[in-house]
């Protein structure tokens, strides 16, 4: 049972989001949004329960997947899943909404730290370098997210600007290995999805920010998202084929972080083109997900999810 099936919480729960601005900006109808929830929280909990008994019976094998130069890029997905569920629940619960981000923004820190720190410390092998390196980046442009509606902007802005200035070293390292270094793996190629989360979940923090005024970087932001969704739809058969792998979750939640920028962005700048972008997005994240998670079922049903290398 691998860490990064905590990519499932992410992207079901990002899905909700997306699905619970749409029914704020674009009157779609708010249970679906709910429905995706509870599937999130579900799946989080159940996760989380097997995680900590692995924790307990396979100590070992834990602390192997944590050494892993690509394994451990996983591990903060259980902290930017905390905060996803944060945005989530924050109509329903305020008090959980609260408990749920002090707790992601903590542990995606220690993360960040030791896994950055790590990479400084030991010469990295570039050939094994795949865009889930974002996955510690890109959670600290989440928080503000979630953090700035419950009234934490000073820490939110800390968090933020660690990950912009991050992302755009990490996207110049990432793209040379891209562009340079021999081909991902069939398993890994599913990762360059990553690549259209920071544009996607920046503007959205830069939006809760300004308080939904678009502005420079907003325009910015939302223009490099576009190009990034546009060149990996082009690619999209030698991303998404072959045999299917836990990591294709990678895909789901930079499509459902586009999504709800793309909503956030349409009501600051309203005009037919950014409407028809914004349910373009949230039909293409809602079909993802629903594609995956199908082909996820099939790979549960049959045990080859759990025999992964």
């Known amino acids: 049972m691998s860490i990064a099936m905590f990519g499932m919480v992410m992207g079901i729960g990002g899905l ?29 909990v159940l996760l989380v329960v097997a995680h900590l008994a692995k924790l307990g019976f396979c100590f070992r094998e834990v602390a192997e997947e944590f050494a892993h130069p690509v394994r451990s890029s996983f591990f903060p997905a259980t902290s930017v899943s905390m905060v996803v569920l944060s945005i989530g629940l924050r109509a329903y619960s305020l008090p959980l909404a609260q408990a749920l981000w002090w ?61 912009l200035i991050f992302w755009l070293s990490f996207f110049t390292i990432v793209l040379h290995r891209v562009l340079f270094v021999p081909a991902m793996s ?70 459902d972080g586009w999504a709800g920028a793309t909503i956030a962005f349409f009501h600051a700048r309203p005009s037919v083109y950014t409407q028809a972008i914004a349910w373009f997005a949230l039909a293409a994240a809602s079909g993802i997900v629903v594609w995956i998670a199908v082909r996820t079922a099939l790979h549960m049903a049959s045990g080859a999810a759990f025999r992964e290398d």
Do not use: K
């Open 16 to 44: 909700s989001n997306a699905w619970a601005a749409a029914a704020r900006t674009l009157g779609v109808p708010l249970w679906i949004s709910q429905v995706l929830l509870v599937l999130a929280l579900l799946a989080f």
């Open 103 to 163: 707790l992601g923004a903590a542990m995606h820190f220690v993360l960040a730290v030791t896994l950055i720190r790590r990479w400084v410390l030991h010469a990295q092998d570039e050939a094994v370098l795949t865009p889930a390196w974002f996955i510690p980046v890109v959670g600290n442009i989440l928080v503000p997210v979630g953090g700035v509606p419950l009234g934490h902007v000073e820490i939110s802005w800390f968090f933020f600007s660690v990950g």
């Open 186 to 255: 069939q398993r890994s190629m599913p990762t360059l999805f990553i690549l259209l989360a920071p544009p996607s979940i920046g503007l959205s923090a830069y939006l809760a920010f300004t308080g939904g005024q678009a502005g420079a970087l907003g325009d910015i932001l939302y223009c490099l998202a576009l190009f990034i969704a546009i060149l990996l739809a082009t690619l999209w058969r030698h991303v998404a084929h072959g045999a299917f792998f836990m990591s294709w979750w990678a895909m789901t939640f930079p499509a």
